[in-house]
C-alpha cells in the first residue's frame, strides 16, 4: 500500500479513487520480457531452419535448428521459475483451454520444444533421418505460432496498452521474432552463408519498426506509456539499436564478419529492448486508472 | 444528538435506516459530519459544547409558536403547577437560580420546590463535592418526594398563572431565539428552523418523534441537563410512553445499562436502592421512611430493601436485627472513580481492582490516573490481554518522560486474563433494558478465567481466612449468603444460580414473578428488584430467543426480557389519551378495555392493570393507589413527566446553556460563564485551559470513537482484522485550520493542552467544519481516543490531553468539548515533552 | 488468588474505619477500590457489588461513570 | 485472513484501499460535497457534504476473463454461479490478475512483520480472490458480508430477485434526491455479461474506484486468435519468401 499522498481525505478526485489503479499491476517478473524474447527466437528460427531444409541451405537450417533449441530448452526454464508455485508447472498440461493463450502456448511450447529437442538430437547423432525430417515439420509448423501466441497472451488481458495493441501486436512480435532468428544465424554463420537469415534480419527489423510505428499511431493517448518512464527508455534503445544493426547490416553484413557480427548483436539488443518496453508499458499503463478510465469513457461515446 | 449512532451502535442504527426507507425523518445534529451524518436526512454541524442552546431553542420554538400538544401537556406533566414564590430563574438572577451559595459553591434547592409542598431533602453532608445526598441517587432513577393523594397542592389547567410551571418555562427559553442559537452553536438559523419544524410537524396525535443520545451528551460538565432539556422538548410534543418517540440513552458498552441496574457504582445498591449515609439513619425503618415515596411505585422502597438485605445476608438477616441493615458501609463523601483516582494520588487508597476498564487510555486525564497507580500498593487487573493500565509501570508515557521511573514504582501489579463474554455464560442488559443471556461457545483458553469465577472464588478464600475471626468488622463477610454451585475442572460458579438469587425466592422458596410480590417483612429475598421476574417460573426468561416473525406483535415480548415485567416501554399508558383510548389508530400501544376492565395493547402496560382512568386516589392513599388514573408516570410521586424539577438536580430546575469548562467563547445567554455548580479538582495535578480567546489553546477539541475499535482498545487494538482497519492515530482538523496551521494531510501534528501533548497523523477533512459565533470564526479538532502503547496498533492517548471537570450530578467528565491548540509535526520526546508543554502554557513558543 | 485475597485482608485492617470523627458508624474501608462492570455480565456486576458491599468496600465504580 | 499491513492511508476511513489477495472486501470512503442538483432548494444548507461508501468484492462475472485464462483450470464456475479459485490447484502463473479488469484478484504476498500475533511469512504465489464464501454457501449459509451487514446494505439472493429489489431502490434514492444514482453491473448486456455482484453507485463507477465500462478481455479473443493466425502466417510466408524465394 502506498502512503497518503493527497491533500486531504477530500481529495477523491472526480475520476478515480484516491489516484488508485483500478487493475492490478501483473505480477510477472523479468523472466516473462525475457521468455518473450526467447520463445520468438526459438519459435521463428524454427520456422527458418525448415524453410532453409526446403530451399536446401543445409547450414542455416542446421545452425538455425539449435540456436532453435537454445531457445526451446531457455524458455521454459524462466516460465517455470516465473511461476508462484515452480513445482506445480506441469499442471499447465493438465487441461487444453482455447480461452487461455497461456494454455494454448504451454502446450505449443510443449509440441515445439519436443520436436525441435527430437529435431536436433537426431541431428547429433545422425540417426533416424525419418523421425529428424517428421520432426523439423512439427517444429517448423509449431515456429510460427510460438513466435506469435506471446502477443495474443498480452493483448487478452485488461491492460489497456496490451488489449488495445491487439491488432497489432502479433505483427509486431512476429517480424521481430523473425528478424530476431535471422539475426542470430547471422551472428552464427559466416557472412558468405548468411545472406538469407541476413535478409531476414534486416526484413524483420525493418517490418517490426514499421509495426510498431503503426501500432503506436492507432494506439493514441494509450501509447503515451510505451514512450514514458522505463518503458520509454527501453523503447528508444529498441528502435536505435534495430535501426543501426539493419543499416550495418544491409551495408556491410555481406562483406564484413565483424560488421555482421555487430549488426546481428545490435538487433537481438533492440528485439529484446522493444519486449522489455512493451512489458513495461503495461505495467504503466495498469498502474494509472487514468488510462483504464479514459479508454473506457471513449468507448462509451463512441458507443452512443 | 451527542450520538454517532452508525459508527458506534450500528446493529441498532438498522432500525433507523429501516425507519428512513419507510419514511422518516432521520436529522443529526453533531459537531463532526459523520456515517450517521452521511445516512441521514438532515446533517446540522454545531459547536461542541452548545447543544443545550440548540435544544432549548427548539424548546422556545415550541412554546412560541404554540407547536406542544396540549392535551398531553396539561394532563400528563406537571406544566400547570404552581411554584413557590421564591423560586428565581436564571432571567433574574444572571444565570443563576436561588438558593445559590458562593460560598460553598453548590445550590440549597428548598426554593425550587412546588408551592405548598414540602419536599426538602433528605439530611446528609453538604461538603463541596458532595452536594444533595439525595441528588446522587436521582442522577440514577430518582425516588419521588414525599406527597400522598396523588395530586399536588394548587396547579392551574389554563397554564395561564405567572408562576406556573409552564408560564415559567416560557419565561425561562424566551431568550433562545432562533438568532441566539445561531450564533451560540455556530449553525444558520435557517438550519435550526429546519430541524425545530420537522420536530414538530412530526409529533402529536399521529406522529412521534425520538431522541438518541450518547456521551456526546453526557460528557460535559452540563451532561444531565442537556437530557433534561430533551426530556423538556419531548414532554411538550407529547413523544414520551408513546410509539416511536422517548429519550433513547445509547450505552457505549455491552451492559452499562447493567452495570448501573446491578450497579458496580458507589452510591446505590440494586435497583437504585440508595447507598445509606453516615449518620442519615437512626434505623432500618428510618433509612426506608426518608426514601420511600408517599406516592407511586418508590412507595414500596422497604419491600425492595429489605428484599435485598435478605439476598445478602438470608437467615441472619431478621427484623429483630433490622435485617442486617447496619452492615452496610456508609457514604459520606463523593466516591465516584475520579474522586477514588484523586485520593489514590494523595496515596489514600492502598489497592485497587481493575476488571474490563482500561483507565490509563479510556479515563479522561489519563495520565493522572497513571501517576496515581503508581502510589498504590497493589494492583489488580484483569483483562483479555495485558493493557495499558496493567503495564503503566513499564512503557507508560511517563517512563518515556522520566516523570516515572520503573525502578521506583512500589505498586505490586497482578495480571489476570479473563475470560471474555464467548467463553462464559451470563446475561447483559442493553440500552433498551433488556436483559439477554449469552452461552458458552468454548472453554476459556489456559489460565482465562470469567470474573464470576474470580469474584466467587476470591469471596471464597477471603471468607475462608476470616472465618475465625472475631472482629465485628468482619460479620458481614462472615454472615454473607455465599454459596454457589460448582461445576467443571475450573470449578465455574454457576451464572444461573446467581440469576435465581437476583430474581429472588418466596418464602416458599420458590422463584418470585414479579417486584410486587416483594414483601417489607424479610418473607421475600431479591438482589435487584426491577430484575424480579426474569427467572418465573423457575425459567431464565432472558434465554428467551424466539425471532419476531415468529410472533404476533412487532414488540416481540418473548425474546428475552425487559426490566421491568418484561415492559419494553416506560410509562407506556401515556400512549393513550386520558380517558384511556388511543391517541390515534396509527399510534395504538396500550389503552383501556371497557369491557374487559383492564389496560391492554401490545406491551405489558406499565400501569396497574386493572386502574379505570377516571380513578381518582382517595385522600391519604399512599403507594401505587395515590396515582390516579390518568397520570402515567408512575415512578413520580405526582405521576407527572416533569418539565421542572423541583427536586433530584444539583445544578438547577431547569436547564441553561452554560459553556464548557474550557470554551474559547463567553456564554451567549448570560453572565455566568460556566455550570456554577460542576465539580472541579482545584490542584496543581489537574490544570485547566485558561477560558476566553487568549490564543493559547484556540480551538474546541472533541474526542470520539470509531466503529473499528472499542473504547480503550484493550479488546480490539490486539486483534490484525480490526487493527488493520484503524491502525494509527489521527487528528481531524478542517482544511482551514490545516491552512492556518500548516498542517498536511497525512503528516504529523502535534494536539497540545495544558496537560500535557500528544501526536496524531493529520486528516485534513471538511467532516468537522469551522463555525461563526456572531463573526467569530472557531475552529473544532476531531479526536480518536483509542490507542495507547499495547496492542499491535500504538499510539497516544487523547485522554492524555482531558482534564478532570465533571458533572455535578453524577460525576462525569467534561471530554466532549475543551480546548487545545495544534502544531505541525511530531512532539518532542521524553523529557523534552513536560517542557514543551510548559512553554505553551506559559505562551513562550510562537504558534 | 490468595495473594490477592492476603492483600484484600491486610488493607481493609489497615485502613478500616469503623466510625467518623463524629462517632457516626461508617463501617467502611476506603483503602481499595474497584473499577469496571459495564463490559461484565449481570451476575458478575452482582457477586461484585455484594462482595464489596459486605467487605465495607465503598469505592465500587465502572464504565457507566465515565 | 492475516492483516496486510498496519498502514494509516489518510483515505478518509478507508484502510483497506482496494480488493486484492489478503483483502476480500472492501469499502471505498469518498467525501465530496453534494452536488447542487442533489440537495433539495429549500434545503437549509447549500454547501451540503456527502460520503458515498460502497463495499465491494469480487464481481463474479457471467463472462469471467480470470476464469477464461486460467491455464490450469483452478479458477472455476460453483454450482452457485461464483467464481472461485482452487488453490491446491494454482500454479500462480498469475494470467488472472491482468486478465481481471475490475484488479480483483492478485497474488498473495504476505508482509514479513517481526510482530506476534500477525501470520506473516514468504510469498504465498497463488492467487486468491473474494470466493462470496463459497464454503458458507455450500453449508446453505449466505455469504458473511451479507450476513454481518446490520442495514442490509449487503444483499444475497438470486439475481434476478436482487435486479427488481435494486430497480426499486433505485427509482427510490433517484426521488429522494440523488439524480447521479445508477446501478453498477446489473445489465446482463454489458461487457462482462452482468456482474453477480452489482451495486448501487451516486456518482461514477471510477470515484469509487471501478471501471466505467469493464469488458472481458477474452470477448476479443477470436478476433486475436485470428490476428495471430495471419501473423503467424504472414510470418512463415516472409520467411519462405526471403529464404526460399531469394534462393540465387
Same mark, same amino acid.
Given at each position: ?49 525448415? $524453410? +532453409? ?5 543445409? %547450414?542455416? &537450417? *542446421?545452425? #538455425?535448428?539449435?540456436?532453435?533449441? =537454445? /531457445?526451446? !530448452? ?109 539475426? $542470430? +544465424? ?5 557472412? %558468405?552463408? &548468411? *545472406?538469407? #537469415?541476413?535478409?531476414?534480419?534486416? =526484413? /524483420?527489423? !525493418? ?98 | ?847 | ?66 | ?248
Amino acid at each position: 500500500m502506498t502512503p497518503p499522498d493527497s491533500r486531504s481525505a477530500h481529495a477523491a478526485t472526480p475520476d478515480s479513487y484516491y489516484g488508485r489503479p483500478i487493475l492490478k499491476e501483473p505480477v510477472w517478473k523479468p523472466q516473462i520480457p525475457f521468455y518473450l524474447f526467447t520463445g520468438g527466437l526459438a519459435g521463428a528460427s524454427g520456422v527458418l531452419s525448415l $524453410a +532453409a531444409r526446403i530451399s536446401g541451405d543445409q %547450414r542455416l &537450417a *542446421r545452425t #538455425s535448428l539449435y540456436v532453435g533449441l =537454445a /531457445g526451446e !530448452l531457455v524458455s521454459p526454464a524462466l516460465l517455470v521459475t516465473d511461476l508462484g508455485r515452480p513445482e506445480r508447472f506441469l499442471n499447465m498440461l493438465r487441461v487444453f483451454k482455447v480461452t487461455s493463450p497461456m494454455s494454448v502456448g504451454s502446450w505449443i511450447l510443449f509440441a515445439s520444444g519436443g520436436a525441435t529437442t527430437t529435431a536436433a538430437v537426431c541431428d547429433k547423432l545422425a540417426r533416424l533421418p525419418r523421425a529428424k525430417r517428421a520432426a523439423e515439420i512439427v517444429s517448423g509448423v509449431s515456429g510460427a505460432p510460438l513466435a506469435v501466441y506471446t502477443a495474443t497472451l498480452l493483448s487478452d488481458t485488461a491492460v489497456p496498452v496490451w488489449h488495445e495493441a491487439r491488432r497489432e501486436l502479433p505483427f509486431v512480435f512476429a517480424a521481430g521474432s523473425a528478424a530476431s532468428a535471422g539475426a $542470430a +544465424a547471422t551472428l552464427l554463420l559466416p557472412p %558468405r552463408a &548468411a *545472406r538469407s #537469415s541476413r535478409r531476414l534480419a534486416v =526484413a /524483420g527489423a !525493418l517490418a517490426g519498426e514499421c509495426m510498431t510505428f503503426a501500432m503506436l499511431r492507432r494506439l493514441d493517448f494509450l501509447a503515451e506509456p510505451y514512450q514514458q518512464a522505463e518503458a520509454g527508455t527501453y523503447k528508444r534503445v529498441a528502435t536505435a539499436a534495430t535501426l543501426a544493426g539493419a543499416s550495418l547490416l544491409a551495408r556491410r553484413g555481406g562483406r564484413s564478419r565483424p560488421s555482421a557480427v555487430t549488426g546481428s548483436a545490435l538487433i537481438l539488443a533492440g528485439e529484446l529492448a522493444l519486449r522489455w518496453s512493451i512489458f513495461k508499458a503495461g505495467l504503466q499503463s495498469a498502474r494509472d486508472p487514468d488510462y483504464t478510465v479514459r479508454l473506457q469513457r471513449r468507448r462509451l461515446r463512441q458507443n452512443q | 444528538m451527542g450520538s454517532n449512532m452508525a459508527e458506534n451502535h450500528p446493529v441498532g442504527f438498522q432500525w433507523v435506516v429501516e425507519a428512513r426507507e419507510r419514511g422518516a425523518q432521520v436529522i443529526h445534529v453533531d459537531p463532526r459530519f459523520t456515517r450517521t451524518s452521511a445516512l441521514a436526512s438532515q446533517w446540522v454541524g454545531i459547536r461542541a459544547g452548545s447543544d443545550i442552546a440548540f435544544l432549548g431553542g427548539i424548546v422556545n420554538y415550541i412554546l412560541e409558536n404554540e407547536r406542544y400538544f396540549l392535551e398531553y401537556v396539561v394532563n400528563y406533566t406537571n406544566a400547570p403547577i404552581l411554584l413557590r414564590d421564591d423560586f428565581r430563574d436564571t432571567e433574574d438572577l444572571d444565570g443563576l437560580f436561588s438558593g445559590w451559595d458562593p460560598e460553598t459553591e453548590t445550590y440549597d434547592p428548598e426554593s425550587w420546590q412546588y408551592r405548598g409542598m414540602d419536599m426538602h431533602a433528605a439530611s446528609g453532608g453538604r461538603e463541596r463535592g458532595f452536594t444533595q445526598v439525595k441528588g446522587h441517587a436521582t442522577g440514577h432513577g430518582g425516588h419521588g418526594a414525599a406527597l400522598s393523594g396523588g395530586e399536588p397542592p394548587e396547579e392551574d389547567p389554563t397554564l395561564q398563572n405567572p408562576r406556573c410551571v409552564f408560564q415559567v418555562l416560557k419565561r425561562h427559553f424566551a431568550r433562545y431565539t432562533p438568532d441566539a442559537v445561531a450564533e451560540a452553536c455556530g449553525c444558520t438559523v435557517a438550519e435550526f428552523v429546519a430541524v425545530a419544524e420537522t420536530l414538530c410537524s412530526n409529533s402529536g396525535r399521529e406522529r412521534t418523534g425520538a431522541v438518541c443520545y450518547a456521551v456526546g451528551w453526557t460528557q460535559h460538565t452540563v451532561g444531565v441537563q442537556y437530557i433534561r432539556t430533551a426530556a423538556i422538548m419531548q414532554l411538550l410534543l407529547g413523544n414520551i410512553g408513546r410509539p416511536g418517540g422517548g429519550i433513547l440513552a445509547l450505552r457505549g458498552h455491552a451492559s452499562i445499562q447493567g452495570s448501573t441496574d446491578i450497579p458496580t457504582l458507589y452510591d446505590i445498591l440494586p435497583g437504585y436502592l440508595t447507598m445509606p449515609h453516615v449518620g442519615a439513619y437512626d434505623d432500618l425503618a428510618h433509612y426506608i421512611e426518608s426514601n420511600k415515596s408517599g406516592a407511586g411505585w418508590w412507595a414500596n422502597f422497604g419491600s425492595y430493601a429489605v428484599s435485598l438485605l435478605k439476598a445478602y445476608w438470608g437467615e441472619h438477616a431478621t427484623a429483630q436485627n433490622d435485617f442486617c441493615f447496619d452492615y452496610l458501609p456508609r457514604i459520606d463523601q463523593d466516591n465516584s472513580i475520579y474522586k477514588c483516582v484523586v485520593d489514590m494520588f494523595d496515596g489514600s487508597v492502598k489497592g485497587f481492582i481493575v476488571v474490563g476498564e482500561n483507565p490509563a487510555v479510556g479515563s479522561s486525564h489519563a495520565k493522572l490516573h497513571r501517576l496515581a497507580m503508581a502510589k498504590l500498593d497493589w494492583l489488580v487487573v484483569r483483562d483479555l490481554v495485558d493493557i495499558e493500565t496493567s503495564s503503566f509501570w513499564l512503557d507508560g508515557p511517563e517512563i518515556e518522560t522520566g516523570e516515572l521511573k520503573t525502578a521506583e514504582i512500589a505498586t505490586e501489579v497482578f495480571f489476570l486474563p479473563a475470560a471474555s463474554h464467548v467463553e462464559k455464560e451470563g446475561s447483559f442488559t442493553n440500552t433498551q433494558r433488556l436483559l439477554q443471556w449469552h452461552h458458552k461457545a468454548v472453554e476459556p483458553a489456559g489460565d482465562c478465567r470469567s470474573d464470576l469465577w474470580f469474584y466467587y472464588h476470591l469471596g471464597r478464600i477471603i471468607r475462608e481466612k476470616l472465618k475465625d475471626s472475631t472482629e465485628e468488622r468482619d460479620l458481614p463477610i462472615r454472615r454473607l449468603t455465599w454459596s454457589y454451585p460448582v461445576a467443571g475442572a475450573q470449578s465455574e460458579p454457576s451464572a444461573d444460580a446467581v440469576l435465581a438469587e437476583i430474581n429472588g425466592w418466596s418464602q416458599k422458596n420458590e422463584p418470585l414473578s414479579s417486584y410486587k410480590e416483594l414483601k417489607d417483612d424479610g418473607s421475600t429475598t431479591c438482589g435487584c428488584w426491577i430484575y424480579c421476574g426474569v427467572r418465573a417460573d423457575g425459567v431464565n426468561q432472558a434465554a428467551r430467543k424466539k425471532p419476531h416473525w415468529e410472533q404476533d406483535d412487532y414488540t416481540a415480548l418473548e425474546w428475552a426480557w425487559a426490566w421491568p415485567a418484561n415492559r419494553r416501554l416506560l410509562y407506556n399508558r401515556a400512549s393513550a389519551d386520558p380517558d384511556g383510548k388511543p391517541w390515534s389508530e396509527r399510534k395504538r400501544y396500550v389503552w383501556w378495555d371497557e369491557p374487559s376492565g383492564k389496560w391492554t395493547g401490545v406491551d405489558v402496560p406499565d400501569f396497574d392493570e386493572a386502574k379505570r382512568p377516571d380513578y381518582v386516589p382517595p385522600d391519604g392513599a399512599e403507594g401505587p393507589e395515590a396515582i390516579a388514573g390518568n397520570h402515567p408516570f408512575i415512578m413520580q410521586a405526582d405521576g407527572r413527566g416533569w418539565l421542572y424539577v423541583p427536586h433530584g438536580l444539583v445544578d438547577g430546575p431547569l436547564p441553561a446553556h452554560y459553556e464548557p469548562q474550557e470554551s474559547p467563547l463567553r456564554n451567549r445567554f448570560y453572565p455566568q460563564r460556566s455550570n456554577p455548580a460542576r465539580e472541579r479538582y482545584d490542584r496543581p495535578e489537574n490544570p485547566a485551559n485558561p477560558p476566553g480567546q487568549d490564543g493559547r489553546y484556540p480551538f474546541v477539541v472533541t474526542t470520539y470513537r470509531l466503529t473499528e475499535h472499542h473504547t480503550a482498545g484493550g479488546m480490539s487494538r490486539s486483534v490484525p482484522y480490526l487493527a488493520e482497519l484503524q491502525p494509527e492515530m489521527f487528528v481531524e482538523v478542517h482544511p482551514e485550520l490545516a491552512k492556518l496551521r500548516g498542517l498536511e494531510h497525512g503528516d504529523w501534528a502535534t494536539v497540545v493542552t495544558t496537560r500535557t501533548a500528544i501526536e496524531a497523523r493529520v486528516m485534513v477533512t471538511e467532516r468537522v467544519k469551522p463555525l461563526d459565533h456572531g463573526g467569530r470564526r472557531v475552529h473544532q479538532v476531531g479526536l480518536p481516543y483509542h490507542w495507547g502503547s499495547k496492542g499491535l496498533v500504538t499510539g497516544d492517548s487523547a485522554n492524555d490531553l482531558s482534564g478532570l471537570f465533571l458533572d455535578p450530578n453524577v460525576h462525569i467528565q467534561e471530554v466532549k468539548a475543551f480546548t487545545c491548540d495544534i502544531r505541525p509535526g511530531r512532539r518532542p520526546r521524553g523529557a523534552a515533552l513536560p517542557a514543551y508543554v510548559e512553554r505553551i502554557r506559559n505562551g513562550k513558543v510562537e504558534s | 488468588m490468595e495473594m490477592i485475597a492476603d492483600r484484600i485482608v491486610a488493607a481493609r485492617s489497615d485502613t478500616w474505619e469503623a466510625t467518623d470523627e463524629q462517632g457516626e458508624v461508617t463501617r467502611r474501608t476506603l483503602g481499595i477500590a474497584n473499577l469496571g462492570g459495564a463490559t461484565l455480565d449481570n451476575e458478575e456486576n452482582y457477586l461484585i457489588k455484594k462482595l464489596m458491599t459486605a467487605l465495607g468496600v465503598v469505592q465500587v465504580e465502572n464504565q457507566a461513570r465515565i | 485472513m492475516p492483516e496486510d499491513g498496519l498502514v494509516w492511508t489518510g483515505e478518509s476511513y478507508d484502510n483497506t484501499s482496494a480488493l486484492g489477495a489478503d483483502t476480500w472486501r472492501h469499502v471505498a470512503f469518498i467525501e465530496q460535497r453534494a452536488p447542487a442538483s442533489a440537495t433539495d432548494e429549500s434545503d437549509a444548507h447549500v454547501d451540503a457534504l456527502r460520503w458515498l461508501m460502497s463495499s465491494d468484492v469480487c464481481k463474479h462475472c457471467t463472462h469471467a476473463a480470470c476464469l477464461d485464462v486460467c491455464p490450469t483450470g483452478s479458477l472455476f464456475r460453483t454450482e452457485f454461479g461464483t467464481v472461485v479459485v482452487q488453490e491446491d490447484i494454482c500454479n500462480g502463473c498469475g494470467y488472472c490478475i491482468p486478465a481481471c479488469p475490475f484488479g480483483v484478484i492478485d497474488r498473495r504476498t504476505v508482509p514479513d512483520s517481526s510482530r506476534p500475533g500477525i501470520f506473516a511469512g514468504a510469498e504465498d504465489g497463488r492467487a486468491f480472490k473474494c470466493t462470496l464464501c463459497y464454503d458458507r454457501l455450500k453449508g446453505g449459509h449466505e455469504p458473511a458480508c451479507a450476513k454481518a451487514c446490520p442495514t442490509q446494505s449487503i444483499q444475497f439472493g438470486p439475481l434476478d430477485e436482487l435486479r427488481d429489489r435494486a430497480a426499486k431502490r433505485l427509482e427510490k434514492v433517484r426521488d429522494d434526491g440523488s439524480i447521479g444514482a445508477r446501478l453498477y453491473g446489473e445489465d446482463p448486456d454489458d461487457g462482462v455479461g452482468g456482474f453477480g455482484a452489482f451495486f448501487l453507485l451516486l456518482d461514477e463507477p471510477e470515484v469509487y474506484g471501478l471501471p466505467p465500462d469493464p469488458q472481458t478481455t477474452t470477448r476479443d479473443l477470436p478476433e486475436m486468435w485470428r490476428t495471430a493466425a495471419f501473423a503467424a502466417g504472414a510470418l512463415v510466408a516472409g520467411v519462405l519468401a526471403i529464404v526460399v524465394g531469394g534462393r540465387e
